[in-house]
Each structure stands twice: as structure tokens, then as C-alpha cells.
């Protein structure tokens, strides 16, 4: 009986998380210029737009860019530090760790906030890669935490075995470690980049409309009407992630990242 109503219970999560998404790319379907459901007619016409239309392909490529390069940066800085608090114990190592998580535990609002004074002060507001630093600066903890649990599950019997043998430590860190953490770099880079692909507040508060992403984009095109357009890109962003979030768990080791390991291998 439980079971069963575990089952139930699941069903109905499951029911309520993906009524939204059902919705939404509905409506992506119609075949006539409205934001209605069920769909009047079935139409692909929209998602064309979205590559097709100046502006929206424009956003789109903007998107794109930005998430790649601050995703990147992310984890550039992410790497180094968690190298550093994994190779060396020292007891203020991680006030450091505590400023790379900072930035995304406190408020958006705050921290895109914090971001336009800076950047309208140093008289570079509105520039494009300010957008590309700020978005780094917010997500490296996603990158920091990914890294960092991949150095934890080093062997470091490993590294001792090399320096044995007599490897300086980047030829430790180049050859032994780098290897084995690749998957959480790579998982670090995955989260950034849909993060910053979906991120509003911190690109409009530090550009403006000046740089046009695509949550931009739609909050812009909601002046002129609704259009499936705009569903079609939502259906984006969610196709997205879930392919970028597949290849994660297909190639990742997805299990091992959510921490979910055994004693004997930590």
C-alpha cells in the first residue's frame, strides 16, 4: 500500500513539473498568430522565426556567445582554486572557497546590483563583455563545486606514485589529475553555460538593451503582443538543457557527481 502511494505521489510531482513545459511548447504548435491551448491547428513556423528573424537570430547568437565565453571563465577561475584547496591544506584556503560560493548564494537583484555600480563607476557599462565577466563571477560556483568534488574522488595514491617517480606537480596536475577531473570540467562548463543562456536579471542591470539576449529578447517582444515565438524559444531553452544535461549524465558520471559514491571509493 505504500508503494503505491509512493507511485501516486511521484506521478503527481512528475504531472505537476511537466504540465508547464506540455503547455508551453503547445502552444509553440499553433498554427495561427496566438498564445492559446490546446493549439489551434499545428504549425512549425515559429521555431523558424526564431532563426530566420533578424532579431531574434541575432539574440539567439548573442546568447550563445555570452554563455560560451562566461561559462569558460567560470571555469578558469574555478579550476586553480580548487587545485589549490585540494593540493594544499591551509586553514584560511577556504575563505577563499566561501568567496567563489558567495556570488550565487546571495540574491540576483543584489548581486546584479552590485554589478551596474561597479561597472557604471569604472564608465564600461554597457559593453558586451561586461556581461560575459559578470555572468562568470555569478556562476563560478557551479564550476567550483563540480571541480572540486572531482578532485575529492582522486586517489591520491596516485599522485604520490608519480611524484615517486619523480613528476613535479604540473606534470602531476597535466598528466594524473587533470584526466581524472576532466568530466567535472566538463560538467562545471555544462551548468555555467545553460545558467548564463537563461540568465535576465545580471545582463539587463549591467548592459541594458544594449546587449540583447534572448530573455531580453522576449521581455522586449512582450511590448508588441504575445506570439508562439515565444514559446518556441522557451521549447529551446528546456531542449537545451536537457541535451546538455544528458550528455553530462551519459558521459559525466552523473552519480558520482551528485556525491552519490560509496565509502570505499572516496
Do not use: C
Not at 560560493?101 to 551596474?116: D, H, M, N, R, S
Not at 537545451?240 to 560509496?262: M, T, Y
Request: glycine share 6%; charged share 10%.
Amino acid at each position: 500500500m505504500s508503494r503505491l502511494f509512493t507511485r501516486l505521489f511521484m506521478a503527481l510531482v512528475a504531472l505537476v513539473l511537466a504540465a508547464p513545459i506540455v503547455v508551453v511548447a503547445g502552444v509553440s504548435f499553433n498554427a495561427q498568430r496566438t498564445l492559446t491551448f490546446p493549439p489551434v491547428g499545428f504549425s512549425l513556423a515559429w521555431f523558424g522565426e526564431v532563426f530566420t528573424d533578424a532579431g531574434w537570430r541575432g539574440a539567439l547568437l548573442t546568447s550563445l556567445a555570452i554563455a560560451a565565453g562566461s561559462a569558460a571563465l567560470a571555469v578558469a577561475i574555478a579550476f586553480p582554486l580548487a587545485w589549490f584547496l585540494w593540493r594544499w591544506h591551509a586553514p584560511w584556503a577556504r575563505l577563499f572557497q566561501a568567496l567563489g560560493t558567495a556570488p550565487f548564494i546571495l540574491p540576483p537583484v543584489i548581486t546584479a546590483l552590485g554589478f551596474l555600480s561597479f561597472w557604471a563607476t569604472a564608465g564600461f557599462y554597457g559593453a558586451p563583455w561586461t556581461v560575459v565577466i559578470s555572468h562568470a563571477i555569478f556562476l563560478v560556483t557551479l564550476p567550483l563545486v563540480t571541480i572540486t568534488l572531482g578532485f575529492s574522488s582522486v586517489d591520491r595514491s596516485l599522485t604520490e606514485a608519480a611524484a615517486t617517480m619523480g613528476a613535479d606537480d604540473r606534470t602531476v596536475l597535466r598528466t594524473v589529475v587533470l584526466p581524472l577531473v576532466t568530466p567535472y570540467l566538463v560538467s562545471g562548463y555544462a551548468f555555467a553555460f545553460v545558467l548564463s543562456l537563461n540568465e535576465y536579471i545580471i545582463a539587463y542591470m549591467v548592459a541594458g538593451f544594449t546587449v540583447e539576449t534572448l530573455p531580453i529578447k522576449i521581455f522586449n517582444a512582450l511590448r508588441y503582443g504575445y506570439t508562439p515565438t515565444m514559446a518556441a524559444v522557451t521549447v529551446f531553452f528546456v531542449a537545451a538543457a536537457a541535451l546538455i544535461f544528458s550528455f553530462v549524465a551519459r558521459f559525466g558520471d552523473l552519480p558520482r557527481l551528485l556525491g552519490a559514491w560509496s565509502s570505499n571509493e572516496s
